[in-house]
């Protein structure tokens, strides 16, 4: 059996009898009546003579019920319309996404009074327009329904009036007001002011996931505590030592951004950075690096000075050979490009940040790829400051402690102590959204106002501001906690007026303070000189010393760790926790990540086993494991994902929660944050004394990634993704343009296969023609654009019964591909959505022309025709298609269809979450088909208003929801027939890397891909091409 | 029957067409007075502010004047002591027009001047659904010569029977003895056949009109006659529903919108009487009272607008869920009148649903209707279309069809 080239699971790659089996399916489950086998037809379930009777009396009953008196339904018009709203206009605020120190600067689209989507603000130049899925998604947290709807005195409802009073003289003692980090420059004002009343008050700044270790170290290296920017777009070799800066680290959006500005690739002068990634177990960053060694988490400190000494010219003192290879090599790269390098580290250690930073200062990053004159505000929290307040409150020394946007009770790794000293603080008062785990302890709950409800400003980065401005009349009674802050510290007028008096002087009057609020942003005049730090090296031979002896040699490693979709505290949001982890594709749930090998040794499965691989697999229920550290014990399910070192294992962070955050967040998963340890002065992500064994158990755990199939006589995989190195690349450019041309010369060839490839005539599309284009060198998989997607198009959520069985819905998916060996392959991402083929074959197979095509290239889905024959799906070489196996909307007229579905689903359907729904777009009913419509409803949008100003249509008129998430600008899109449209000219300027998936079929996809280029001087292990 | 409807059409589009030739050059002025100013200004007759024949006299037959005045009337009126007192006299100050060009105030004025006197006939829309008629005509002419070709049939067949049944006993065969026609198995088997088309066609005709709701004509919460405010006033349809030239929804106007009206106007004196659909006369100042009852007014004493309550009007015309509408495309891209759709709103007292909505009569009318291929920007880039035409490979007379340039496809409305 020939090995091949492209793999998505480990049956594909060996080729199981399952996997085989399973792919001759488009549906996983048997149908219904199968069960029935062998008995009369008219003793199955439902004989013949019930069906007609059924279809006789729901006709007869539809028929009366449809011919009762109409409803009278009213049109409710404004009393007094605002000037400027048109009803059923959209109108776009820009604001700021502020979570915790997160800062995005964003539109809010608001239909009628409503939020329903968020986009990113093209003015912030940090930013540039990109978002992440947590922005996205961060809308539906506006119409929780587990948000706290007014303040409360021990669990009791109380008014405002009565909390002020109550509070204004319960607030004694030494007061700390405990946040996470606050960017925003006004409240840290108030918040000064604030404790300025109260003589002996402080501010403690917590973060759930911390990075004191950096400012730390950057305070011993540079006297400066502060986060520097940083510039990936100048690094030509950029070096990660466990970062995952694409998903989870400091700012993701800005980082995948410029990370992509160095990927992009031009295919007539071709260069790209070289990015070398070590790491312990499988992250977004790693699968993006074009280079990436494995090493046990205990080692990273060798690691880091290895590649000191490395740099230095030093010898290199690792064991293992591989990864000093690796070290060796990255440091060759970091001297060969002095200036434009640079390095980067998750760890949480100061003394092997302090490495870090000499690394840097050594390579000359400083000034060019690191600017300590432009710093970030994203991390301010200093963790023995957590510690020494939670001291404190055991110590009875705090008598009131207010809490903002912190909940330490569920994210402090002694929660149990951060609890008790929590009993001792006479007076506690919570400004958090919801009723979490700290809430509940508290007293007072004054629940704060959502993002877009509220008013304020940010600063991500020194002299970049971004303002918050509400969308929505406040859905609650709740306060925004900087009023709050206000009234009890006794100022007269409210947090607008302050904020408008603080900025008014600044921005220039009324006038200036209307076009920021307007923009959204005021960024720096011009952009500011890099600058670096200098600084001793003293503290460098101590922190060498420091961490010396840290490394192991045997034993089994945890990483915790970040998911890119939840992270820290979004496991209440539906979107989120359906959207696959890029890296395990997995959905609802938090696991034990194994390798491979351990797998083996540890569970007995042996993937090189067909049987065993296979049930592995193939059956959701995976095997569960107790992980001991420190006394303390989870039990997780475990998934097997390559890339993982063969002696760590990784839990990631964030669930395990109850149903007072969420339904969403109810029983799934189990919560890692007690398993983080403090290393003396910081917390640490890793622990190195771990005991782990099966426990004979099983969990179901919603694994997307053997779903979608489509490695079928239909088409095979392997022609789905195209990937090349640097090398390959720059000694025949034109290697995939070859194999096309080779492949189609009996049709004609590239430029005559759209005729002389089909018996079916070829039509003029005269107007306009949609096209897009997906450049795979910069997608880096982050999932922004699948919620962007299940946003804009009412994509329901199925819950994960359903997603158990393959019921998916989501619109756009990004696959995620191996190549090479099982233990240690390349990863590829690649969007995967409906491929508007101009030659469908699911148009021709639907009996009811329910899907059919557009003169403007559109496969086109007509929901109301749609009868649910499910055949375009089975067609469909891309698997795209989605069955709406339940009414998992609620759109139904008939209730019951929607019974067996799990309670995130029903709360989807509450009518205060259905505010979220986009107005524009259908919501769908049980038993029809749907998929990626291009964004019809904004393609229709733009012509309009093309024809409204009487002008031709412009690219700036359209940006699909997809498109204008991406971070990374991945995605191109527009009119095909326009010679100036920016698809025209990147598919015209890419001649050699792009290519049509599964392009053999003469199914003409609208959809251009840009193959991988990974920038590597050698071919790939494994990358032998398989139809050679 | 189809040449019939071919007359009928082409009589229909010939009228309509005549129709446009003769508006086209009083058109400016017409189109500009009504867009701007018959929202509160008739030509004959007091309406918020004064009827507007003579105007020119008034001001001395100086336009200049006229300019600046209706630029910046609040400005002007410290300039002019006839401009100050058109204040005092009337109590709301005009609405200023700085976007109107001299020109374009000119043209208004022309047209003022050359409107007819009333009396005269304008010459209306009188006489265009005469054509329809005819082809229900023909179909109860059709159904008479059936029905009597079908009673000759019969009666010939039971001749022949009669006649093959006389010829057998002269012949001696045995006749069989005749079976009653309603215990004949032909006939019985023929009237099944026929009662199923019938009513298969009957059924399936009523089902698919299920849900539609032509002609609905509900009694609304005031009695707001579309034919005193856009027939008689001619208050442009934009002035009221603002949301017709740019989103989805024309809008049902808010109570501010009839107040900036109506805080002058609070009686109905001078028009016709006004009578329900019912026969049942209507007091229209009453009407206008329920208008200042939900706007929180009392005449005479200054409006606070924040005590309006909105009006809850029923709502006419109702689209499914899953189909797209959008006014703008129609009125403003499309440049479709709203008689089209709606009927002639500007005669009707009550409002009824004109049209069945249907999806049969969406696409016939994509199917007919031109779109504005040579005038709209937009267009410019089917250069392909734009060749034919001039090529006469496209027959110009019937031109570019909503459905030629992908108007019937499926997603175009449903998504």
């Known amino acids: 059996m020939e090995q091949k080239k492209h793999w998505q699971s480990f049956g594909e790659l060996k080729q199981s009898d399952a996997y085989n089996k399973d792919v001759k399916d488009e549906f996983r489950e048997d149908l219904p009546f199968v069960e029935d086998e062998g008995k009369n037809f008219l003793d199955a379930k439902a004989p013949r003579r019930d069906f007609l009777k059924y279809l006789g009396f729901s006709t007869a009953a539809a028929a009366v019920a449809a011919s009762c008196e109409m409803p009278v339904k009213k049109a409710i018009p404004f009393a007094n319309k605002p000037e400027d709203v048109v009803p059923g206009n959209a109108k776009f605020y820009a604001t700021t996404y502020v979570n915790d120190g997160d800062v995005v600067s964003v539109l809010a689209k608001v239909r009628d009074g409503r939020p329903i989507k968020i986009e990113g603000n093209e003015l912030s130049p940090i930013t540039g327009g990109g978002t992440s899925a947590r922005v996205q998604a961060s809308v539906l947290d506006l119409y929780d329904t587990a948000r706290l709807r007014f303040p409360t005195i021990d669990g009791k409802e109380v008014t405002y009036e009565a909390i002020d009073k109550s509070i204004a003289g319960a607030i004694a003692g030494p007061v700390v007001l405990l946040t996470s980090t606050i960017t925003s420059p006004t409240t840290k004002e108030i918040i000064t002011a604030f404790l300025a009343k109260y003589p002996g008050g402080r501010h403690v700044v917590y973060d759930a996931v911390s990075c004191s270790g950096m400012l730390l170290a950057n305070e011993a290296s540079y006297g400066k505590r502060a986060l520097p920017s940083y510039h990936f777009e100048n690094a030509k070799a950029i070096v990660s030592i466990g970062a995952d800066f694409l998903g989870t680290w400091l700012s993701p959006v800005e980082f995948n951004r410029q990370y992509a500005t160095g990927r992009k690739l031009d295919e007539k002068n071709p260069a790209m950075s070289k990015h070398i990634h070590f790491d312990s177990i499988a992250t977004l960053t790693g699968s993006n690096a074009d280079e990436r060694y494995l090493h046990r988490p205990s080692e990273t400190g060798s690691v880091v000075a290895a590649l000191l000494a490395a740099v230095q010219g030093q010898a290199v003192t690792v064991a293992d050979a591989k990864l000093k290879a690796g070290i060796e090599k990255a440091a060759r790269e970091l001297n060969a490009n002095k200036g434009a390098a640079l390095v980067v580290c998750g760890s949480n250690d100061v003394n092997v940040q302090i490495v870090v930073n000499a690394i840097n200062a050594a390579i000359g990053a400083n000034g060019t790829t690191i600017d300590f004159g432009t710093v970030s505000n994203c991390r301010q929290g200093i963790d023995a400051d957590f510690v020494k307040l939670v001291d404190d409150m055991n110590a009875g020394a705090v008598g009131t402690l207010l809490i903002h946007g912190a909940n330490p009770a569920y994210t402090w790794y002694d929660a149990e102590k951060f609890k008790a000293g929590l009993k001792k603080v006479r007076t506690t008062i919570s400004f958090n959204g919801k009723m979490d785990e700290t809430t509940e302890l508290c007293k007072y709950a004054v629940p704060d106002h959502h993002y877009l409800e509220s008013w304020g400003d940010a600063e991500a980065k020194t002299g970049h501001f971004s303002f918050l401005q509400p969308t929505i009349f406040p859905l609650f009674k709740t306060r925004q906690w900087q009023d709050s802050l206000l009234k009890w510290s006794g100022a007269t007028g409210d947090y607008l007026a302050y904020l408008k008096n603080y900025w008014g002087a600044k921005v220039g009057g009324e006038s200036g303070w209307d076009k920021a609020l307007q923009d959204g942003v005021i960024n720096p005049a011009t952009a500011p000189a890099l600058s670096g730090a200098s600084g001793a090296t003293a503290n460098l031979p101590a922190a060498l010393a420091g961490i010396g002896g840290a490394a192991k040699r045997s034993g089994t490693e945890l990483v915790i760790y970040e998911k890119v979709s939840i992270g820290a505290n979004g496991a209440a949001n539906p979107w989120l926790q359906e959207m696959p982890d890029p890296v395990t594709r997995a959905t609802w749930d938090n696991y034990v990540v194994v390798s491979p090998d351990m797998a083996r040794s540890l569970l007995g499965i042996d993937l090189n086993k067909n049987g065993e691989a296979d049930d592995y697999e193939v059956n959701p229920p995976k095997k569960v494991v107790r992980v001991t550290v420190n006394g303390k014990t989870i039990e997780l399910p475990t998934l097997i994902i390559p890339n993982t070192h063969p002696n760590v294992i990784g839990i990631a962070l964030g669930y395990g929660r109850s149903a007072k955050v969420g339904k969403a967040a109810d029983g799934f998963g189990k919560n890692a944050f007690p398993l983080l340890s403090l290393n003396g002065t910081t917390i640490s992500f890793i622990n190195t004394d771990v005991k782990i064994e099966a426990t004979g158990d099983t969990y179901p755990i919603a694994l997307t990634q053997t779903h979608s199939r489509y490695d079928t006589t239909q088409g095979n995989r392997t022609e789905v993704v195209k990937e090349l190195t640097l090398a390959e690349f720059k000694a025949k450019p034109n290697e995939i343009r070859e194999d096309r041309e080779k492949e189609l010369k009996p049709w004609g060839g590239l430029e005559k296969y759209q005729s002389q490839g089909t018996l079916y005539p070829v039509y003029d599309r005269p107007g306009i023609k949609w096209g897009m284009a997906i450049d795979m060198n910069s997608c880096t998989g982050c999932g922004a654009c699948v919620v962007a997607c299940t946003a804009e198009n009412n994509v329901p959520v199925v819950g994960k019964p359903e997603v158990l069985r393959g019921h998916e819905m989501q619109w756009m998916r990004i696959d995620r591909y191996f190549s090479g060996d099982m233990d240690n392959p390349n990863v590829t991402f690649e969007p995967m959505l409906c491929q508007h083929c101009d030659n469908a074959p699911c148009e021709n197979v639907c009996p009811v022309a329910a899907t059919n095509h557009s003169s403007e290239g559109i496969n086109q889905m007509a929901y109301n025709r749609c009868i649910g024959t499910r055949y375009c799906a089975n067609n469909c070489p891309f698997k795209v298609r989605r069955f709406n196996w339940a009414d998992y909307t609620g759109a139904d007229s008939f209730p019951d269809n929607q019974g067996h579905l799990n309670d995130v689903v029903h709360n989807m359907n509450d009518d205060l979450t259905r505010m979220v729904l986009n107005p524009d777009v259908t919501v769908r009913s049980r038993g029809v088909i749907e998929k990626c419509s291009f964004c019809v409803q904004r393609t229709q949008e733009a012509k309009l208003k093309a024809k409204r100003d009487s002008r031709p249509l412009v690219d700036s008129d359209i940006k699909v929801a997809c498109q204008q998430a991406c971070p990374t600008n991945a995605i191109t899109f527009g009119n095909a027939n326009d010679k100036n449209s920016a698809i025209t000219k990147l598919r015209m300027e890419n001649p050699n890397r792009q290519f049509y998936v599964l392009e053999q079929l003469h199914v003409l996809p609208n959809i251009t891909y840009l193959a991988k280029v990974r920038n590597r001087d050698e071919e790939a292990v494994g990358e032998k091409k398989e139809h050679a | ?415």
């Open chain 2, 1 to 415: 029957m189809i040449s019939f409807r071919r007359i009928a059409r082409t009589t229909v589009t010939g009228t309509l067409l005549l129709l446009s030739l003769y508006s086209a050059n009083a058109q400016d002025g017409r189109t500009l007075f009504q867009t701007n100013c018959a929202s509160c200004h008739k030509i004959d007759g007091t309406l918020t502010g004064p009827g507007l024949r003579g105007v020119e006299e008034r001001w001395n037959g100086d336009r200049s004047k006229i300019h600046q005045w209706v630029h910046n009337p609040g400005g002007y009126a410290t300039k002019d002591p006839y401009a100050a007192s058109l204040i005092k006299q009337y109590p709301i100050t005009m609405t200023p027009f700085p976007q109107l060009s001299e020109k374009e105030i000119d043209a208004i004025l022309d047209y003022i001047k050359a409107a007819p006197a009333p009396g005269a006939t304008t010459g209306g829309a009188a006489g265009t659904n005469e054509a329809g008629k005819e082809t229900s005509d023909n179909s109860l002419l059709f159904g008479v010569l059936t029905l009597i070709l079908a009673v000759v049939a019969l009666t010939l067949l039971q001749v022949n029977a009669n006649l093959k049944k006389l010829a057998d006993e002269k012949q001696g065969y045995a006749s069989v003895e005749p079976v009653p026609f309603w215990r004949n198995k032909s006939y019985i088997a023929l009237i099944t056949v026929v009662l199923f088309v019938v009513g298969g066609y009957l059924t399936s005709r009523g089902a698919m009109a299920l849900g539609r709701t032509k002609d609905y004509q509900p009694v609304q919460p005031i009695f707001y006659s579309h034919k005193v405010h856009a027939g008689i006033n001619q208050i442009s349809c934009q002035y009221c529903h603002i949301g017709v030239y740019q989103g989805k929804q024309a809008t049902i106007p808010s109570v501010n919108i009839c107040m900036n009206c109506h805080k002058a106007i609070n009686e109905y004196s001078k028009g016709p009487k006004l009578y329900t659909e019912e026969g049942d006369e209507v007091n229209p100042t009453a009407e206008i009272q329920k208008l200042y009852k939900a706007a929180g007014y009392e005449p005479g004493k200054p409006w606070d607008e924040s005590k309006a309550k909105p009006i809850e009007w029923k709502r006419l015309h109702n689209l499914p869920d899953h189909v797209y509408f959008n006014h703008s495309q129609h009125v403003k891209a499309g440049q479709v009148a709203c008689q089209t759709c709606h009927g002639e709103i500007q005669k009707m007292d009550e409002v009824k649903q004109f049209s069945d909505l249907s999806m049969g009569w969406c696409i016939n009318c994509h199917r007919e209707t031109k779109v504005q291929f040579k005038d709209n920007g937009f267009y410019s880039i089917y250069e392909k279309y734009h060749d034919d035409l001039k090529n006469g490979r496209i027959d110009s007379a019937k031109g570019i069809t909503v459905e030629k340039i992908g108007g019937t496809e499926c997603q175009k409305c449903h998504y």
